[in-house]
Structures are given as structure tokens and as C-alpha cells.
């Protein structure tokens, strides 16, 4: 029975698609007469299946000796042409890992809490079919990712993401910040995007596979035979990294996910703990090429680098809760790009494994504040710890597991990329990068949970009821999985039974920066000090922060003028030249036509006349020649 789920885990993703199909049915009103409603319940049921059938497969891979063995050591595969013509095969490869198989649990278990959630959030929207249908598609497209082997098939999959950003950003379609908010982020995600697929494009025919295992297989002969670079490898390398950058909201390409916070909620929950991870995914499948490449490597490590400490920074200064936490996203993915620039898989998988659930478990808990209080102006937010305590201590326990505080489980990842950064080439540049976003990240959380939990009530929260327990319930399901991470990193091996897991050297540094952001943000935000807000000379800064650094303010006087100059210069060319010089000639022709018109006599013999003349001019010329 084990063998049968595992074997059949290629249908983990049809689930949810069926449920997204379903909700075609109510979206254009084929059916009426029951609301909306049933297609959220459709799609609930299709991904607690896909859920339960991923489940099941997880657990038979540890507890069949048999099938465990031959998944770890020779996973099964199974395969969908596609194209085969010409010597050119393009198919769905898929792979049926042990991190595939942890993967998924973790995107469907999630989904199923975020659909319970949903229902409490969106009780009174009519939007069920189009919101709900766009999430399984979500899921959809995440569990197909994590299970294709193909790098040509992660881009369309990846694609489809985007297209279901844009579907479900734009879920309140009748207000202005929503359509800009959906027409951002797809247009930002398509830059990165084009440059991937032309990275596709230009692999294939020097590796000769799109399979992920046979470009790792490729590069290890190139590295055992001694072989140099083809060339212009580094520039396709370049490019395949470009479509992870954004996807994971990485500088230059980072706008979009605070662009994208105009959507419902729940959809938040999902787009800022799992799908961005979809192109951290494709990133790490590709480490084996990008190991080949210290160019690619240094890209990496400075994009990274350079978003974890600019997002923590503007993170500081935002005013919105949702802007907020999703530069927190594009803050950890930074560290996440650091780590595979330095050649450290194994401490990337780790950040990666650590990160989803409690990012997850904040924004639930910050959406039922921001449900219940009609706003998620953190100023007009405060002195919610007497009133809602439950959701208090779920937000304090996802910030705990994502600061360098053991005994959670992002202390050990943290912990793993700080050594990592000490033993590079420049230590103490980038572990000091580590300690001080550490630092950020862990004021910037705390920060957010003294304006909303701390001080004294507001106007907005002097009354502020309890939301269903259709939002209650999930969040605290998750709070119990997030504490039994450390375990849980324990059960599967990751770490060693310990008195703290994952404990070693630069640990007591990494917990001096924690205490230092953490403590700094509380005394300042927990009873609301005067200096928590800058004096009056000093508050361009906190505006210039909460404004992004202005960077949407350079794109346009940079980027966009310049694709407005290009255009107005081609609408120039093509009035004024094309379309004159076809005018033109045209206008010529029509003149000498006329002029021509003119010598039509109707006699017949000055016709006669005039052949016997150019018959005879013709000949002179010939016998020139």
C-alpha cells in the first residue's frame, strides 16, 4: 500500500487543478443558484486530498525499508513526452524525492490551513470562485515544480505562477491600487522571466539535457576531465539566475512583492511563505552549474547580501503591516542567495526548510488583527495584548523561529550560514553582514509586535473582537508546528539530539545580535518610547524608508523614461519616416500617373509612333553596349 502512494504521487498536483477547474463553473455564473460558496468547499476538499495523498507518501518512504531505500538511493521517476521530433525530447520529467516528497507536505499542509482560514476572511466577499480557484492553482503549479527534473518545464511551471499572481492580486479588481498593485508585479516578474527563458534556450545546446540530474551529471565531467568553461557559459548562468531573482523579490526585481500586498489576505499568507520559495527551488537545482562559476557566485553573494540589509532597513520604516513583512521576504531570501553563492547547499536547504511556517504563522496572525480593526496602518494600531493574546503569542512564536533564537529552528540555520560566511574569502564582511541583518530582522518583527500588541489602545482598537474560529483554529495548528520544528528537524536528521539543536561555533555572536535588534525594538515600540519616533529633522529618513528608498521613484526617471523615450522615438520614426517614405513614393507614383494620364490622345498612330521609337531607342543602346 506504502508503494501504491508513492508511486502515485504524480497525482498530488492534479488535485488541486481539478479544484481550480471546478470554480469556472461559479466564476462565470454557469451556476447561480447556490452562490459561490460551493467552489471554496470544492477546492478545500481537493487540497486536504492532495494533502493526505502527499502525507502518505512521506510516510512511506521512512517506514517501508524497502521503498525507503530505493526512494533515497534510486528514487522513482516517471516521465510525459511532450515534444519528440527532429532528435529534440521535451517532456515532464519528474523525480519522487525524500526533499520533494517534505516539500510538498509542507504546500499542501499549508494550503489546507490557509483555505480553513480563508473561508473566516472572505465570509462576505462574492470573489470565492476566482480567489479560491487562483489558490489550488497555486498549489498546483508549486507541487509540479518541486517534482519536475526538468529545467525547461520549471520555467513554464514558474510562468504559470506569475499568471496566477496577476489572477489573484487582482482578486478586489474595482480599486485602483489593486490594478496597479497586479499589473506590477506580472510585468516585474516577466523581466526576470524573458532573461530566464533565453538562459533555457542557450543551455540546451551546450549541455545537450534539460534534466536537472544531467546538468549536475555534466558538470561533474567537466570538472573531473579538467575542462574550462564553453564559452559564454557565465553569461547563461547569469541569466538563469536572473528568473530565482524575481521570483524571491531580490534587488533590482523586489517591488513586486510589496506591489502585490493589495491582495486578500490569505493569499498573502501563501505567496510570502511558499511560492516564493518556487524560484529559491529552481536556484538550488541549479547550484552544480552555478558552483562552476565564480563569477555567478559573486552575483549571488552580492544580491543577496545587498537585499538582506536594504529590505531589513526599509522593513524598519514601513507604515502598512503587510509592506512591512514582505520586505521581511525579501530580507531572508537575501541570506538564502548569500548561502548558495558560497557554495553552501546544504546550509540554503536549511534556511529554506525553516523559513515557510513561521513567516506562515505571522501574517495569519497579523491578518486577524487587521480582519477585526479595518486596517493595517500600524500607527493606528496598539494595545491589543489584553484583548488578543492567542494571535500575541502565535505572532511572538513565527518571529522567534525566524531570529537567530534557540532553541528554534532558524537559530540553527542562521547559526550554519554565519560560519559559512567566516570561512569565505571575506569574513568579516560577510559575517558582519549576517549579524547586522540578523539584528534588523529581529528589531524590524519586534517592532511590528510592540505597534500592534503593545502600548495602549488606539481608535481602531479600542473594540476589537474576536474573529471566527475558522481563523483562530488554523493559526493555532500552525503555532503547534512551528515549536515542534526543532523536533521535527531532529526526527528527519537534520540535526542531533542536543541540549540546543544545531548548536556551535558563533553561537553566543548570533544571539548577541538577536537580543540586541530584539531588546532595542521592544524598549523603543513595547511602551511607546520618545525616540520611537524620529524628530522632526530626522524624518525624511524614516519617510525615505517607508517610501522604499524612493526606488520606484528612480525606475521611473531612469528605466521607464527610457522605455518611453524609445517608444515615443519609434512612434516618431514611423510617422515621420516609414509612413513618409511610403506616402511618399506613393504620392510620387500618383503624380506621375497623372502627368502620364495626359498623353492618351486616342490616336492610334501616335501609338504606332511611339513603339516604332522605343524599339529603336533600345536597339541604339544595345549596339552601344
Known amino acids: ?98 526533499p520533494a516528497l517534505i516539500a510538498m507536505t509542507v504546500i499542501t499542509g499549508l494550503h489546507v490551513l490557509v483555505q480553513i482560514y480563508s473561508i473566516g476572511y472572505m465570509e462576505m466577499d462574492w470573489g470565492w470562485p476566482r480567489f479560491f480557484g487562483a489558490l489550488s492553482f497555486f498549489e498546483s503549479g508549486l507541487c509540479g515544480l518541486v517534482l519536475t527534473d526538468s529545467v525547461f518545464f520549471s520555467y513554464v511551471l514558474l510562468e504559470l505562477l506569475t499568471i496566477g499572481t496577476y489572477v489573484i492580486v487582482g482578486t478586489w479588481y474595482n480599486q485602483s ?194 480582519f477585526s480593526n479595518v486596517t493595517q496602518d500600524l500607527t493606528q494600531l496598539g494595545g491589543l495584548w489584553n484583548k488578543r493574546p492567542l494571535v500575541g503569542i502565535a505572532f511572538l512564536a513565527g518571529a522567534f523561529g525566524l531570529m537567530a533564537l534557540p532553541p528554534f529552528g532558524g537559530f540553527s540555520a542562521l547559526r550554519e550560514l554565519l560560519e559559512l560566511a567566516f570561512s569565505s574569502k571575506i569574513p568579516w564582511v560577510l559575517g558582519g553582514l549576517v549579524l547586522v541583518t540578523n539584528a534588523l530582522l529581529s528589531a524590524s518583527m519586534m517592532r511590528v509586535f510592540g505597534l500592534i500588541w503593545g502600548g495602549v489602545p488606539k481608535p481602531f482598537t479600542t473594540r476589537s473582537p474576536e474573529v471566527l474560529w475558522l481563523m483562530v483554529l488554523p493559526t493555532m495548528l500552525l503555532l503547534g508546528l512551528v515549536l515542534h520544528i526543532p523536533h521535527l528537524l531532529i526526527h528527519v536528521g537534520v540535526y542531533k539530539l542536543s541540549p540546543i539543536p544545531g548548536w556551535g561555533p558563533f553561537g553566543w555572536a ?36 517607508a517610501e522604499d528608498m524612493h526606488t520606484e521613484a528612480f525606475y521611473h526617471r531612469t528605466v521607464v523614461a527610457l522605455v518611453v523615450g524609445l517608444a515615443r522615438f519609434s512612434a516618431w520614426s514611423d510617422k515621420a519616416l516609414v509612413d513618409g517614405f511610403s506616402s511618399g513614393t506613393g504620392g510620387a507614383a500618383m503624380a506621375g500617373a497623372r502627368k502620364l494620364s495626359l498623353t492618351t490622345s486616342g490616336n492610334s498612330q501616335a501609338y504606332a509612333l511611339s513603339l516604332v521609337l522605343g524599339v529603336l531607342v533600345m536597339s541604339a543602346w544595345l549596339l552601344a553596349r
Not at 481537493?46 to 517506514?63: D, Y
Not at 545580535?513 to 523603543?524: D, I, K, Q, Y
Open 177 to 370: 491600487l489593486v490594478v496597479k498593485g497586479a499589473r506590477d508585479a506580472f510585468l516585474t516578474k516577466r523581466i526576470g522571466d524573458i532573461v530566464l527563458l533565453a538562459g533555457v534556450i542557450a543551455l540546451l545546446p551546450l549541455t545537450g539535457t534539460w534534466n536537472f540530474h544531467g546538468l549536475q551529471g555534466w558538470a561533474a565531467d567537466l570538472v573531473n576531465n579538467g575542462q574550462p568553461l564553453p564559452p559564454d557559459f557565465e553569461l547563461i548562468l547569469l541569466a538563469l539566475i536572473a528568473g530565482p531573482m524575481g521570483k524571491c523579490a531580490q534587488i533590482p526585481l523586489h517591488l513586486w512583492l510589496d506591489e502585490a500586498m493589495e491582495s486578500p489576505l490569505p493569499s498573502t499568507v501563501l505567496r510570502n511563505s511558499v511560492v516564493v520559495i518556487g524560484g529559491a527551488w529552481v536556484l538550488l537545482r541549479l547550484e552544480p552549474l552555478i558552483e562552476l562559476s565564480p563569477l555567478a557566485q559573486g552575483v549571488l553573494v552580492v544580491v543577496g547580501g545587498t537585499t538582506a540589509l536594504v529590505a531589513a532597513l526599509i522593513a524598519l520604516g514601513q507604515i502598512c503591516v503587510k509592506r512591512a513583512m514582505s520586505f521581511l521576504v525579501s530580507s531572508w531570501l537575501g541570506l538564502l542567495f548569500v548561502a548558495v553563492g558560497l557554495g553552501g547547499i546544504n546550509v540554503a536547504d536549511h534556511l529554506m526548510l525553516v523559513y515557510p511556517l513561521p513567516m506562515a504563522l505571522m501574517l495569519m496572525a497579523v491578518g486577524t488583527v487587521v
Open 1 to 98: 500500500m506504502g508503494l501504491t502512494w508513492l508511486g502515485s504521487v504524480w497525482l498530488v498536483p492534479l488535485y488541486p487543478l481539478v479544484g481550480s477547474a471546478f470554480s469556472l463553473l461559479w466564476s462565470p455564473g454557469l451556476i447561480k443558484r447556490s452562490g459561490p460558496r460551493p467552489a471554496g468547499y470544492i477546492n478545500l476538499l481537493m487540497v486536504s486530498l492532495s494533502c493526505a495523498h502527499s502525507l502518505l507518501a512521506l510516510i512511506s518512504l521512512h517506514n517501508n525499508s524497502a521503498a525507503g531505500a530505493s526512494a533515497i538511493y534510486a528514487p522513482p521517476t516517471f516521465a510525459w513526452t511532450w515534444i519528440n521530433t527532429a532528435g529534440l525530447r521535451v517532456g515532464f520529467d519528474g523525480l519522487i524525492s525524500e
Open 510 to 545: 548570533l544571539v548577541g545580535s538577536t537580543l540586541l535588534g530584539a531588546g532595542s525594538s521592544l524598549w523603543f515600540y513595547l511602551r511607546p518610547h520618545p525616540l520611537a519616533e524620529l524628530p522632526s529633522g530626522l524624518g525624511g529618513v524614516q519617510h525615505w524608508l
